[in-house]
């Protein structure tokens, strides 16, 4: 399977301009660190993922997964560095084309349809149009049957295949998802992997943290593994299955301590 990141020139690219045009699920990121109270949370000199796949992000407790997603997403502001999608800076108006679903779902205090109904409006659909795209998400994540009960009373397993449906409502164009499946019921599992994969197909850039090697290898496209706040390898999913380059991933493939 070849090497599905896009590669960097052999020269450093120019910092990107707001006026440039690409797709906005192509991610590039150069000399981005990350630093707080002196200590150093990121580090990563460069990176480049392919605007079509789906890349999965492993790589033991601390390597700095979420707070990387965060940086991408534009919710953390780097100490240094830039990170772009296409060529157009993070930034509102990149974040605006992205949809970011934690580890711990945030519901809204509203039944499960109001929850995807809230992100529908002011979007230019007709009624018959939001209702339509909301009771097709939610009977993708198994949960039509129960569109009017309060969201907060769900499972949660429920919760997050609902945090998943409302991110869905929005049709982004990039799909950030930090652990979705942590500590669920494998049913919940199943249906939350359908739903990204179903969604990658249907052209979403997405961008998954796990700890699950069986998950990731059903997934991932190419796989970014993080050690200690910067990229140990980055490589196509067959190629990282079958022999990481790094020693970090090699152990941590194995079931070996990483630190």
């Keep these: 399977m070849p090497e599905r990141a896009i590669p960097f020139a052999s020269a450093r690219p120019a910092p990107p301009t707001a006026r440039s045009r690409a797709h906005p699920g192509a991610l590039r990121v150069a000399d981005l660190t990350l630093e707080t109270s002196g200590k150093r949370l990121i580090g990563i000199e460069k990176l480049a993922l392919d605007p079509a796949s789906v890349s999965i992000v492993m790589g033991p407790n601390g390597a700095g997964k979420s707070l990387f997603l965060r940086l991408v997403h534009g919710l953390l502001v780097p100490s240094a560095g830039w990170v772009s999608w296409g060529e157009v800076?993070?930034?509102?108006?990149?974040?605006?084309?992205?949809?970011?679903?934690?580890?711990?779902?945030?519901?809204?205090?509203?039944?499960?349809?109001?929850?995807?109904?809230?992100?529908?409006?002011?979007?230019?659909?007709?009624?018959?149009?939001?209702?339509?795209?909301?009771?097709?998400?939610?009977?993708?994540?198994?949960?039509?049957?129960?569109?009017?009960?309060?969201?907060?009373?769900?499972?949660?397993?429920?919760?997050?295949?609902?945090?998943?449906?409302?991110?869905?409502?929005?049709?982004?164009?990039?799909?950030?998802?930090?652990?979705?499946?942590?500590?669920?019921?494998?049913?919940?599992?199943?249906?939350?992997?359908?739903?990204?994969?179903?969604?990658?197909?249907?052209?979403?850039?997405?961008?998954?943290?796990t700890h699950d090697l069986g998950q990731a290898r059903r997934l991932a496209d190419d796989v970014v593994f993080l050690h200690r706040g910067g990229v140990a390898e980055h490589r196509a999913a067959q190629e990282f299955f079958s022999g990481p380059s790094s020693e970090a991933a090699l152990a941590y493939l194995s079931g070996r301590i990483v630190l």
């Design 89 to 209: 800076p993070c930034g509102e108006a990149t974040r605006s084309t992205q949809a970011l679903v934690f580890q711990k779902p945030v519901l809204l205090r509203r039944s499960v349809a109001g929850n995807i109904d809230f992100v529908l409006r002011g979007r230019g659909l007709t009624r018959a149009e939001r209702r339509e795209r909301r009771d097709a998400l939610l009977e993708r994540v198994g949960l039509l049957g129960q569109s009017r009960q309060p969201a907060r009373l769900l499972s949660g397993g429920e919760q997050q295949r609902l945090a998943l449906a409302r991110a869905l409502a929005l049709r982004p164009q990039v799909l950030l998802l930090d652990e979705p499946t942590a500590s669920l019921d494998p049913a919940s599992a199943l249906m939350i992997e359908q739903s990204v994969q179903e969604a990658s197909r249907a052209g979403t850039k997405v961008i998954f943290v």
